[in-house]
């Protein structure tokens, strides 16, 4: 696991153990002084921003201190200063000095400076987060951000998301000096953007039959019409995402839009039919490329996103897309003769760049998923790594700009806590350290780490029905996000944990559901401590491989005395997809007496990893003849989404070789262990 566990200079370390503040993102620098200011009372508001954005810092001030009264005279002041912030405009090296504050707390009046209104907006934040008891504790705070793209994703696609629920999750991201929120709009589940030019896009593809996402797939994944009986979706007009996009820009919040290509795009293709590969048989995620007027699709739906969205970035997604279908399609298969193209990796390749050649004409950037990669990377685009850090490495290195959003650290669509505790989830386990623990940089040096822009947090939606839901999963791991995003020295996670849990108070308070910090119980306990037994760091032979994607520690995984949490990406589960699945022969290098072999197992059915379905245990002398002493077989609960399974046996027998043999079910799927115990 990453740790970016930095602690704050030391002088500033020492003041925040003497004069600990509830701050998140926690402040690059803070100086406490004695005495306090009080919030409440007369105070004069001076200072040279202009009116519009002088009146909307006041009505944040004051309704988060109601007991303040602008008066035109008064000995204490509040003041706000813009500093000459022109020449930090006109190099784009300072975008991140551009959002930087300087707050100085006396017992007479605040000083708030900041080179834009954007950096006053975040002092005043700071300022929010220091009222205790109607007071702010005197004190001089220096801040600036880490990185420039400090990011959220949010699927409105699997569940759709009224727009006052999206400018509730705003006011919560400006409180956390967020930047940027990236909507999932369009995907297989719901096409959720109004466009002029195609209105079948909403009218038959908004809607679907069934609001559970794992029924409606089950169902065969039918659309309906938004008057049909029992109707679930809905979708944004232009009018409500530029009213989004307005109330965002107002606490400096960029909203970057996803249409989702070539991949993931089932709605669409099935409102316009003819954008379907030839001879496709049946029905496909992915658009046709071979096809003229998928591009002419596209650029008419992108011309209409740009004219809602004033964000120079715009994400195009690129992930997941299957590519079967363009391997018989005669069209597909004439473009890549005609542009020779080898695979059709290159394929997806060549719609990428000419998307990207298209938005670059119009003043924007493309952002896609780490799938854009593969085939031949288009020359300005921005990679978005999710499949874990390596992508973002490799573009980085390459020259390119970077978002990391790893699904170990970031996926907060995956269990917060114990998986049995928890409301149903997509996947595996990131829990608010985990997500903490996460160094966007990822170790890189010079002009690579320069690219990293800075990370995101991304909830997808398949398991989140509800806004109650949706706000469980969102907090407090997207305060980990925040510091992880902004924090120059990130202090230890107790530290980060204790102001964690006044912030979830603070939201709490406000109307937020969250996920109750104080009642989680955290990790696996087996994973804790380290096993040991008989077999540990003896030898083991492999008559089936483990997958490369999932070896832990390799040959030796399964005797290093390392047990596996909740997550299976953990580095200590070992994965097997071949055919045999698991099939090993442990050599205990001596005839011992053996009473137990253990194993514990893992499920998570939404990442198809079942338990074993039949287990054999056999034992030898000699290494040539074999003696089963345990062989079941067992009914594998497809039904409970996440499990770890202890299966054990139990006997005496004479051994020095053990070959221990897991099998799946009817269903398939992967099999995960973390350690074979012996004793």
Request: aromatic residues 10%.
């Amino acid at each position: 696991m990453f740790s970016c566990s930095v602690g704050l200079f030391a002088e500033d370390r020492n003041m925040q153990a003497t004069h600990p503040i509830n701050v998140i993102p926690a402040p690059t620098s803070y100086k406490p002084m004695e005495g306090k200011f009080l919030m409440k009372g007369r105070i004069k508001l001076v200072g040279n921003i202009k009116r519009k954005d002088r009146k909307f810092i006041q009505a944040q001030l004051f309704s988060s201190f109601p007991d303040l009264v602008v008066a035109k005279e008064g000995l204490r002041t509040l003041h706000l200063r813009l500093t000459d912030g022109q020449k930090l405009r006109n190099d784009a090296a300072n975008d991140k000095l551009l959002q930087s504050y300087r707050l100085h707390v006396g017992e007479q009046g605040i000083n708030l400076e900041a080179p834009t209104v954007m950096g006053l907006f975040y002092g005043l934040q700071t300022l929010r987060q220091l009222e205790r008891q109607g007071s702010v504790a005197c004190c001089e705070i220096k801040d600036e951000p880490r990185f420039v793209y400090r990011g959220l994703m949010l699927d409105c696609s699997r569940h759709f998301w009224p727009k006052e629920f999206i400018k509730k999750q705003l006011d919560a991201m400006a409180y956390l000096k967020l930047d940027r929120l990236h909507l999932h709009l369009t995907d297989g589940a719901g096409w959720r953007m109004q466009i002029k030019k195609y209105p079948k896009l909403t009218e038959d593809a908004a809607w679907r039959t069934e609001s559970d996402w794992d029924k409606w797939r089950e169902q065969g994944r039918p659309y309906a019409h938004k008057d049909d009986v029992g109707a679930y979706g809905g979708y944004y007009t232009q009018q409500d995402l530029k009213e989004i996009v307005a109330y965002a820009a107002q606490r400096h919040i960029t909203v970057v839009p996803e249409i989702e290509m070539p991949g993931h795009s089932t709605e669409v293709t099935h409102a316009y039919p003819e954008l379907l590969c030839e001879e496709a048989g049946k029905l496909t995620s992915d658009l046709c490329v071979g096809n003229e007027q998928t591009f002419v699709f596209l650029e008419n739906v992108l011309k209409e996103v740009m004219k809602v969205f004033p964000s120079k970035y715009i994400h195009i997604g690129g992930d997941e897309a299957s590519r079967k279908a363009w391997e018989k399609c005669p069209r597909c298969q004439k473009r890549m003769r005609d542009e020779h193209l080898n695979n059709v990796a290159e394929l997806q390749s060549y719609l990428t760049h000419r998307i990207e050649r298209f938005l670059n004409k119009h003043g924007r950037i493309l952002i896609g998923w780490d799938e854009i990669l593969e085939g031949k990377l288009a020359p300005n685009a921005v990679v978005m790594s999710w499949r874990g850090e390596k992508g973002g490495i490799a573009a980085s290195k390459a020259g390119h700009d970077v978002i990391m959003s790893p699904e170990r650290f970031c996926y907060l669509d995956h269990y917060q806590d114990v998986p049995s505790s928890q409301p149903k989830a997509f996947g595996s386990y990131v829990s608010l350290e985990q997500c903490y623990s996460f160094d966007p940089v990822c170790n890189l040096q010079g002009e690579a780490a320069e690219r990293v822009l800075g990370l995101q947090g991304n909830l997808w939606t398949e398991q989140v029905p509800t806004m109650s839901h949706c706000e469980y999963m969102l907090y407090p791991r997207l305060f980990a996000i925040a510091e992880n995003g902004w924090s120059q020295n990130k202090g230890a996670f107790p530290d980060f944990h204790r102001r964690a849990l006044n912030m979830q108070d603070v939201l709490r308070a406000r109307g937020y559901n969250t996920f109750d910090l104080r009642k989680e119980i955290g990790a696996r306990k087996e994973s804790r401590v380290p096993v040991d037994h008989l077999a540990l760091g003896k030898k083991v032979v492999y008559h089936a491989p483990y997958s490369a994607n999932y070896k832990a520690a390799g040959d030796s995984a399964l005797v290093d005395g390392v047990r596996g949490g909740w997550d299976f990406h953990d580095g200590a589960w070992q994965g097997f997809i071949s055919h045999d699945r698991l099939d090993v022969t442990i050599d205990l290098e001596r005839l011992q007496t053996v009473k137990q072999v253990k194993a514990s197992f893992f499920q998570s059915r939404s990442a198809v990893i079942y338990t074993p379905a039949e287990i054999s245990v056999s034992v030898s002398e000699d290494g040539v003849n074999y003696v089963t002493v345990d062989e079941r077989q067992y009914d594998v609960d497809f039904d409970t989404d996440f499990q770890v399974k202890d299966f054990e046996w139990n006997g005496n027998a004479q051994a020095r070789y053990i070959r221990y043999q897991a099998k799946a079910g009817a269903k398939g799927g992967w099999i995960f262990v973390d350690e074979v115990i012996v004793r």
